[in-house]
Nanobody, 122 residues
């Protein structure tokens, strides 16, 4: 299974971006989908996640500004980011907990995207 993330870029404070992350491959089901970020010199942190049932969880720092959603038919997770701040600058990674087919049945594991850079600066 491969994850392809897109949508990063450079914006001014207060601006908006929408990230997308599509999974492809031998996928039987996808449980949790999420976005993480890693700023220079910091550890990777959870930004937001969404379960297969639609339950969401957000980091306190992005509540009210970011919205996570998913399209199960497209195996895609989105992150709408509004009111961006300089402290949101980071590489954003998507993660999807996928169940994929194997020779002997199936297995569940976390697949990661390649990361997309978000820069917020005036």
């Amino acid at each position: 299974v491969q994850l392809q993330a897109s949508g990063g870029g450079s914006v001014q404070p207060g601006g908006s971006l929408r990230l997308s992350c599509a999974a492809s491959g031998s996928i039987l089901s996808i449980n949790v989908m999420g976005w993480y970020r890693q700023a220079p010199g910091k550890q990777r942190e959870l930004v937001a996640e969404i379960t297969s049932g639609g339950t969401t969880n957000y980091a306190d720092s992005v509540k009210g500004r970011f919205t996570i959603s998913r399209d199960n038919d497209k195996n895609t997770v989105y992150l709408q980011m509004n009111g961006l701040k300089p402290e949101d600058t980071a590489i954003y990674y998507c993660k999807q907990r996928v169940r994929s087919r194997t020779t002997w049945g199936s297995r569940e594991y976390d697949a990661w995207g390649q990361g997309t850079l978000v820069t917020v600066s005036s």
